[in-house]
């Protein structure tokens, strides 16, 4: 008996196309097939899976007591994962006490140590998914299987430890990365290390410090923007001496974290930092002094309105719209500095925010204008266009300071 | 004669040979890929780059020209997107009908200024418009400048923030579409310059208050078709390209890319036929001059539900068109081809469109004559051509239920077992005849284009309202 190929070969005169042929057809088939097995796996798992969630979610408080004995279900891997994953969906939204208790049901259970295990013992996909896991479950014992991670030789896996390490939140995992960094640098981008480092920093930002006093480059640049975040009052005296370090980014960053600082200490530094060389330390000092929400900043803010860069134009108007007080006096004095696009800048603003019927309303009732120039602004505010520039002085006769 | 006949039918062989491993080896490149971002996603939480205060804030850019049946729906849906820091700009290029009095009605619009830098060209802006129920929505209003791409320009202008994400005002995206495809940008924002997600078609499936409600195949035959194309495209041919960084297309439908980078190609090409590929081709040459390394990503699970043509005289203008948009990007950058300085987009992803796309209806279409001579000339084996025919329908079929397959083993949206038999049969049946109109259309494109033919014909479309009524 001839081969299959033998047969089809008296049709025609090609094996190749014959075999080619029969190869297509089977793996037609074969797709198919996977198709149709992968349905029905899918049907039935689910099923399954929606009856042991059903008869967990019933016995919830005896299966997390321990009066449902843990070797019931954390030997059975199906079990397991369902378990492990209703209580780390219930860690994001649960409180102290709550968690406190989920956290003691991981400990007993050993649901733990076998993250720990496999985050130190797995690879690829599998430790990725531990480290991530163990970061979830907050728990103290996981951070060096955690900072083991981040000295893995897969990119992917360092990656999952920091966002391990960045869920824990806690110092002692911020030290964990710190020291990494500071070791050997920055070897993954930038904005995990940024991420991870502002959650586990913001109890206790002085952590940062002794790392931003010896640290250089990129990874310093990293720090600070960190610091830029987590910044509290308490650290004001770090941050007046990087608001006078050589690095932009630095300087920037300092811009941006004094705006949690008390203000009457915060305006003159960021004063200072808004007429900077740099755009973006520009920014982060129009945007801080917006965000103080303090009349003293409202004259250096005025200035930012007509900065030569665009992006610094707008925020200082919105950080002037956003400026608490009257809103006439700052518009005269945006009429009277006679720079057109930090008019519209400003109008801009006014308009995206709302505001234009209460600065029309306050306008109106301004006392310390004298009539002509209250419709001066009101024309000015209607066009958009600014008035004809007046002799030095005259416009500062009638435009009230609106802080010294 | 019969040794061009010949010779021919063996140049045609090799051609389908090679095309054909092409599209096995990116079937598998595919597979492999996907199972390893499923296994990659499952270390991410979205939530916590919701949470994260470092997660870069994004503009979407809609550019609406006469699109009132669905401007609503369509701009309701994307301010209801999951995401930190969103700013919604639409712009109305200069629509006839009521697109921009249907938005100033449901988004209760205000004339604002904006602060409006005119970086890249863009027809006249008339005004600005933001909500006064949602001030992260400004509404562009400009004349119509003739082309997406114009439009787009004039929302790049206004943008703030530093990634622009251009979108469909006729499409709807899935809640978490923008925090899914910032995911290569969370991990790498140094190096990911931009990021397509997938378009799936819409026709058929129900919206409710912007969102999609249920996923069912739509009835007609070649849009179910349409349906194997779009997974064919996405699934397989994007994801495999994706993968050896020579992603040649984003979609216009839904693509993000940084807004400094954009502009500094100076935006969308105003005349381009194929804005979506002309941008991301014009990317490419930019960053390969400019050294240094650079990715250009594609991403499966943010999903972009989008309206395909219901009609065969909207879809033969629809694939015309694209054919002509290809020609438009590749003309131009013929130059690219085989030089070391852009490596592999000259030297693989360039010449693999030439030959494989933009020939393949012209090659096709030799391959038909050359048989038909062949019959008449009495010179044609039977055998041969029957063989060859059942192997060319047996391989195509595989790969298009290789990308079912590839949608069944990861992104699960047909849930429907009918909706999984439908899709498998139409693997079967698409060839005939809808392969060979298929081949008509990008033939009557190139024709058009070679005329100078390059006018844009609009589409008959349902408009979202019709999603949202069923």
């Not at chain 1, 991870?196 to 720090?223: D, F, K, T």
């Amino acid at each position: 008996m001839g081969s299959i190929f033998d047969k089809l070969l008296k049709f025609g005169p090609s094996v190749l196309v014959v075999k080619a042929i029969i190869a297509a057809i089977a793996a037609d088939f074969a797709l198919v097939a996977a198709i149709l097995v992968r349905r029905a796996y899918r049907t039935r798992y689910f099923h399954k899976r929606d009856e042991r969630v059903f008869w967990m979610r019933q016995n919830w408080d005896d299966l997390i007591s321990g009066k449902i004995p843990y070797e019931t279900w954390r030997t059975k891997p199906f079990d397991r994962a369902i378990v492990e994953e209703i209580v780390l969906d219930a860690f994001e939204a649960a409180g102290p006490q709550e968690s406190a208790r989920l956290l003691a049901f991981l400990r007993q259970s050993g649901l733990i140590e076998k993250r720990v295990f496999e985050a130190r013992n797995m690879r690829g996909w599998r430790r990725r998914r531990a480290l991530v896991a163990l970061g979830r479950t907050r728990a103290a014992e996981g951070v060096p299987a955690l900072a083991d991670g981040l000295r893995d030789k897969n990119q992917e896996n360092r990656h999952a430890a920091l966002r391990g390490l960045g869920r824990m939140g806690s110092p002692e995992a911020g030290t964990e990365i710190l020291d990494w960094i500071a070791e050997v640098g920055l070897v993954v981008a930038s904005l995990p290390v940024q991420n991870a480092l502002i959650n586990c920093c913001r109890e206790r930002p002085q952590i940062l410090i002794p790392y931003l006093q010896h640290s250089g480059g990129e990874v310093r640049e990293v720090l600070a923007r960190v610091m830029a975040e987590v910044a509290t009052p308490s650290l004001e005296s770090d941050l007046i001496g990087l608001s006078e370090d050589e690095l932009p980014e630095l300087r920037a960053a300092a811009a941006r974290a004094m705006s949690s600082a008390q203000p009457y200490h915060a305006v003159d530094v960021l004063a200072e930092l808004s007429k900077d060389k740099v755009w973006f330390v520009r920014l982060r000092a129009v945007v801080a002094m917006g965000k103080l929400h303090n009349e003293l900043a409202t004259p250096h803010i005025l200035q930012g309105l007509c900065d030569s860069n665009r992006l610094v134009r707008m925020r200082a108007g919105e950080a002037l719209v956003a400026q608490p007080g009257k809103m006439a006096p700052v518009f005269a004095q945006v009429a009277a500095m006679q720079d057109r696009y930090g008019l519209h800048a400003y109008l801009a603003a006014l308009e995206n925010a709302g505001a234009r019927a209460k600065l029309e309303e306050e306008l109106a009732h301004e006392k310390s204008l004298k009539k002509i120039e209250r419709e001066e602004l009101q024309q000015v505010l209607q066009s958009g266009k600014l008035p004809d520039p007046k002799p030095a002085g005259d416009a500062e006769e009638t435009v009230e300071p609106v802080a010294r | 004669m019969g040794l061009v006949l010949d010779a021919t039918n063996h140049a045609l062989f090799v051609y389908y040979l090679v095309c054909n491993m092409v599209y096995l080896v990116t079937l598998i490149v595919a597979l492999k890929t996907s199972a390893a971002h499923q296994r990659r996603l499952e270390s991410w939480r979205l939530k916590w780059i919701n949470q994260s205060p470092l997660t870069p804030p994004i503009t979407v850019l809609a550019p609406a020209h006469n699109e009132e049946t669905s401007i609503r729906v369509a701009v309701r849906n994307l301010l209801q997107l999951d995401y930190p820091d969103l700013e919604v700009i639409v712009i109305n290029d200069g629509s006839k009908d009521r697109t921009l009095a249907e938005m100033q009605d449901e988004f209760k619009l205000r004339p604002v200024r904006a602060v409006y830098v005119q970086e890249v060209e863009s027809a006249q802006v008339r005004g600005f418009y933001r909500s006064a129920e949602d001030p992260r929505l400004l509404v562009v209003d400009k004349e119509a400048g003739g082309s997406k791409a114009d439009a787009v320009n004039a929302g790049l202008n206004a943008a703030t923030s530093p990634y622009v994400c251009v979108v469909d005002s006729d499409s709807v995206l899935e809640r978490d579409a923008l925090l899914r495809i910032m995911v290569p940008v969370m991990v790498d924002p140094d190096h990911v310059m931009g990021v397509g997600g997938i378009i799936r078609v819409l026709n058929g499936s129900e919206i409710e208050n912007g969102h999609l409600k249920h996923v069912k195949l739509p009835r007609k035959s070649f849009e179910i078709i349409q349906v194997i194309e779009y997974l064919r495209a996405f699934l397989i041919g994007r994801e495999g390209w994706a993968q050896g960084n020579m992603l040649m297309i984003i979609s216009g439908a839904f693509g993000l890319f940084r807004t400094d980078l954009v502009r500094a190609i100076g935006g969308y090409r105003s005349k381009a036929i194929g804005e979506d590929f002309d941008m991301v081709a014009r990317l490419h040459r930019h960053l390969r001059e400019k050294g240094g390394e650079y990715k250009i990503q594609f991403v499966p699970d943010p999903v972009c539900w989008t309206e395909v043509p219901s009609d065969m005289r909207s879809l033969a203008r629809q694939r015309a068109r694209w054919q002509k948009g290809l020609l438009d990007v590749l003309w131009p950058n013929r130059d690219m081809l085989f030089r070391p300085r852009y490596g592999r987009i000259g030297s693989i992803a360039l010449p693999y469109l030439w030959v494989f796309e933009l020939f393949a209806p012209i090659i096709e279409l030799g391959g038909i004559v050359t048989i038909i001579a062949a019959a008449w000339l009495g010179m044609l084996s039977q055998h041969f051509f029957f063989e060859f025919l059942l192997y060319g329908y047996a391989f195509a079929t595989m790969i298009s239920i290789g990308s079912v397959l590839q949608e069944e083993i990861t992104y699960k949206r047909y849930n429907d077992w009918k909706d999984v038999a439908k899709l498998v049969s139409y693997c079967f049946l698409e060839h005939f005849p809808y392969r060979q109109l298929h081949m008509m259309w990008r033939l009557q494109g190139l024709y058009q284009y070679a005329r100078g033919d390059v006018t844009w014909r609009p589409l008959k479309r349902q408009g979202l309202q019709s999603a949202q009524a069923r």
